[in-house]
């Protein structure tokens, strides 16, 4: 059996540093955008000006947490709840 509530815990701080570092990755050096655009995801488009604000950080911090949050707890409903 999963601990589901320590699970959470450990995915919202692990989320909470990646995005921490990937926001501060991109507001020290713009470019990596771009890059990141063309050489991971396989696309070259304009994506428009950096948006780094107080409001984008937070609005961003809290929305993958949510979403990370929801996925791992599914992931270990699934866990405990499907039998070997």
């Not at 509530?5 to 050096?29: E, Q, R």
């Not at 713009?30 to 994506?47: G, K, N, Q, V």
């Amino acid at each position: 059996m999963i601990n589901i509530k320590h699970l959470l815990k450990v995915t919202a701080a692990w989320t909470s540093i990646v995005y921490v570092v990937c926001f501060a990755g991109v507001a020290l050096f713009p470019a990596t955008r771009e890059l990141f655009m063309r050489y991971a995801l396989h696309s070259d488009i304009a994506l428009g000006r950096n948006i780094i604000t107080l409001a984008t950080f937070i609005a961003g911090l809290i929305i993958w947490n949510v979403i990370d949050v929801v996925a791992v707890w599914l992931f270990a409903f699934l866990f405990n709840k499907i039998k070997k």
